[in-house]
């Protein structure tokens, strides 16, 4: 960026600068801290100048939007053209109960839907099962078949509507479930978008829901993807998650970096079948964090962005630039919020909003303000939603792309986050691959130990964190916001829902399509096809997920702490 | 001098949500702050639980829910304590939840309860001063 001349003049006046007005500066007034670091520990400096960036090679590094290496943006227009999609997850009670938030949230200008399930339905047991005692549809909706599905989108149309659903071990269930209600409905399955998270790696890893060992599980996810790319062109079979990462307690290296190694492993997956890179890689996307340390989550959305496009070009090969550029959703960060002072989360999501838009998310999930108490209330799903409206259309930060790039702090950050993440990526190579790396605890132990420190250094006081441990105050004896209740009934009418459905069924057909998925599941097809029979004939999730525990047997968890 | 027995502390996540991260940490701080700790893993039920701690003659269980099912677990864990006439052994937990919930079930005998914002150290020093406490009695 600079030539090498005008570099030196600058280093000397930097020099300059720092032995004359800085050191008179500190001598009289000495800095408030002896360091100043990033949420994940990594020391700031006072001042970035171009001397940072000495190798900086514009069209090396940056290029435009929608060209690699994409470190500005996805693609060319970005916000210009299209605003990020507002899409606030919601899911509680029974269908019918998640189906009424998603109309409201729908009313109020939300632009795509996101579905959460229950502990259950995320585990693989159906409501009537004694594990799902207490947790039918608490956390999420409860589904258990297809009619439940039919009930969820009553009066929304799949066609036209982009829905991510939020689920894993079971996500290929899911997909069946969303295909099977497309065919019904007589939507064209090239007219569904969205996406399935699908990403079983990280549920090893960090949001732990997992229930078949690795490799069949990575079977299924791979099965899934296949399917995904013949039949459903517009939709994302799988969603490589750094936000589950990152709650559980890593830095925001260790949350790019772990989240690039489990994409890059997908890839090898689907590579076995013998599909072409370019045919499946633009079909993947990817789920961030946005944290409360701004520069810090805009240099690693740059960054990830930045080392997806090189893995995709110079390790897989990858043709097509839409292998190679990551897109990805963007969720604020639950953790961060407090449970003291709930008011005070608004302006946390709002500041971390604002963050993942500066680093070009291409959709994104604001936090309700009471999630530190309950799940969200539709108030406080509300007030979430417009503070994303408020960013798009009163801010004025979306009317330029990648606005901070240029910035001599942010391409600092962003080329230590990238060079972070390709260190990681180089010791994962070197324990055998992101699998391997996997069963070695590698990555539990890693986020283990981050959370452990980030622990310790919030109670010394090294970390800050309003209303907890600065500028505390007396708490009221009951919150002072409207929580969301849950309603005791769901429970009851959902297990009186299946056994409904479960007498309306033809059950022998059920039986011989359950055996039909074991024989298959012995085999290498694709379970996908036969999975979309057993959903259609109302097998419930439960009778699908057991059916396959006796094939493939279940994961068993190494403690590590 | 007889040697003192270390506080025995099992550390549980009862139900099906993965949320490990607080129960992961605390396990480690109470580790390092000189306790005998077992952590259980994810995914138990409370009769697991229960089993898990009377078998490992555990001073202190100590639970992490996050899933908003704390109404209904710690309940179930006294009573399955009560039945195996193992009342003796001390209750506490944390995770998201009220404070009118909380005050409930430290009426029901759930010794000491945490929410998502406390410090570990708390905890630590609730322990020390508990068994502090019962060695007097003792």
Request: hydrophobic residues 40%.
């Amino acid at each position: 960026m600079f030539d090498p001349k005008q570099l030196d003049a600058i280093r000397r006046a930097l020099q300059a600068w720092e032995r004359t007005e800085l050191a008179a500066f500190h001598a009289r007034r000495p800095e408030r801290r002896k360091s100043f670091t990033t949420l994940s520990g990594r020391e700031i400096k006072g001042l970035y100048t171009p001397a940072d960036l000495e190798r900086f090679d514009y069209a090396d590094k940056l290029g435009f939007p929608g060209q690699y290496p994409f470190t500005r943006g996805p693609y060319p227009t970005m916000y210009r053209a299209q605003p990020w999609t507002m899409r606030q997850i919601a899911g509680f009670g029974t269908a019918a109960a998640t189906n009424a938030r998603f109309k409201f949230l729908i009313a109020q200008g939300q632009t795509g839907l996101s579905v959460d399930f229950d502990m259950p339905t995320l585990m693989g047991y159906d409501s009537d099962d004694p594990r799902a005692l207490g947790e039918v549809g608490r956390e999420g909706v409860a589904v258990d078949t297809l009619a439940d599905l039919e009930e969820l989108f009553a009066g929304i149309d799949p066609g036209s509507i982009s829905v991510s659903m939020t689920i894993n071990p079971t996500a290929w269930i899911l997909l069946a479930m969303y295909v099977a209600l497309a065919e019904k409905r007589g939507i064209p399955l090239e007219q569904l978008s969205g996406t399935i998270q699908n990403d079983i790696i990280k549920e090893f890893t960090a949001q732990k829901e997992w229930i078949y060992p690795v490799k069949p599980s990575l079977r299924i996810v791979r099965d899934s993807i296949v399917y995904s790319v013949r039949h459903l062109p517009h939709y994302n079979p799988v969603n490589v998650s750094g936000y589950h990462i990152r709650e559980a307690g890593s830095t925001a290296v260790q949350e790019a970096a772990f989240t690039l190694a489990a994409g890059l492993a997908y890839v090898e997956e689907v590579g076995k079948t013998g599909l072409d890179v370019d045919a499946f890689a633009p079909r993947l996307s990817f789920y961030f964090i946005s944290h409360s340390d701004f520069f810090e989550e805009i240099a690693k959305f740059r960054a990830a962005r930045r080392v997806w496009a090189k893995i995709m070009k110079e390790r897989f090969g990858a043709k097509k630039p839409e292998s190679m550029r990551l897109r990805f959703h963007c969720q604020t960060a639950g953790s961060s919020l407090t449970a003291v002072q709930p008011l005070n989360n608004v302006i946390r999501t709002a500041y971390q909003a604002m963050a993942a838009v500066l680093g070009g998310c291409q959709s994104l999930h604001t936090n309700g303000m009471d999630e530190a108490l309950a799940i969200p209330s539709e108030g406080a799903m509300k007030l979430a939603l417009r503070t994303q409206q408020i960013l798009l259309e009163e801010t004025g930060v979306a009317h330029s792309i990648d606005p901070l790039g240029g910035s001599y702090l942010v391409e600092a950050l962003t080329d230590q986050t990238e060079r972070e993440i390709w260190a990681y990526l180089e010791r994962i190579d070197a324990m055998g691959g992101t699998v391997a790396a996997l069963e070695r605890n590698f990555f539990q132990q890693e986020i283990a130990d981050s959370a452990y420190s980030y622990q310790v250094a919030k109670e010394r006081g090294e970390k800050t964190v309003v209303g907890v441990n600065m500028f505390r105050e007396e708490e009221p004896e009951e919150p002072a916001i409207p929580l969301h209740s849950v309603d005791p009934r769901t429970e009851k009418t959902q297990k009186d829902r299946l056994a409904r459905v479960k007498r309306e069924r033809d059950s022998a057909r059920v039986r011989k399509l359950l055996d039909e998925l074991k024989e298959v599941a012995r085999t290498e097809e694709n379970l996908m096809p036969i999975t979309i029979e057993c959903v259609r004939a109302y097998a419930t999730e439960g009778e699908i997920v057991n059916a396959l525990k006796e094939i493939f047997g279940r994961y068993h968890e190494p403690i590590v702490f | 001098m007889v040697s003192e027995r270390k506080v025995r502390i099992l550390v549980a996540k009862p139900g099906l949500d993965g949320h490990d991260r607080g129960a992961k940490v605390v396990a480690r701080v109470l580790r390092d702050a000189g306790f005998e700790v077992i952590y259980t893993g994810l995914h138990q039920a409370p009769e697991q639980i229960v089993a898990t701690a009377v078998q490992e003659d555990v001073d202190v269980i100590g639970l992490s829910i996050l899933s908003g099912t704390h109404m209904l677990v710690f309940p179930r864990i006294l009573e399955l304590l009560r039945a195996q006439g193992a009342e003796h052994i001390a209750v506490i937990g944390g995770g998201t939840m009220l404070p009118k919930e909380m005050r409930e079930l430290k009426a029901m005998g759930v010794a000491e309860l945490w929410g998502v914002d406390s410090s570990t150290q708390d905890i630590v020093t609730w322990i020390r001063q508990h068994f502090k406490a019962e060695q007097r009695r003792g």
